[in-house]
């Protein structure tokens, strides 16, 4: 599977961004969805995931309540909805697709370019 990620950008703190996935190749509903990101100088961590159907969702601490994830089988498309963003968040993000919810939380077997978000204090 073939993963395309955009809506990155720059936005002050406190705003909202909403970054987009795009999958293509083999069946999107098959896989389990997460979003990743990585600071300077950081290691790349694991931000949100939603499984197949979309009924179980996953997040990171320091994003619970501010982030959400979504997706739209139909699109073949996995949307992370950012809200209340603080400089902190400010990272490149990927998307990565995997077989299991519990696969796309550490170690996806697929991953798309990142997108980068910055946000300024």
């Known amino acids: 599977v073939q993963l395309q990620a955009s809506g990155g950008g720059l936005v002050q703190a406190g705003g909202s961004l909403r970054l987009s996935c795009a999958a293509s190749g083999r069946t999107f509903s098959s896989y389990a969805m997460g979003w990743f990101r990585q600071a300077p100088g950081k290691t790349r961590e694991f931000v949100a995931a939603?499984?197949?159907?979309?009924?179980?969702?996953y997040y990171a601490d320091s994003v619970k309540r501010r982030f959400t994830i979504s997706r739209d089988n139909a699109k073949n498309t996995v949307y992370l909805q950012m809200n209340s963003l603080k400089p902190e968040d400010t990272a490149v993000y990927y998307c990565?697709?995997?077989?299991?919810?519990?696969?796309?939380?550490?170690?996806?077997?697929?991953w798309g370019e990142g997108t980068q978000v910055t946000v300024s204090s």
């Open positions: 939603i499984s197949w159907g979309g009924g179980s969702t």
């Open positions: 990565a697709a995997d077989p299991t919810p519990t696969g796309v939380r550490t170690a996806p077997d697929y």
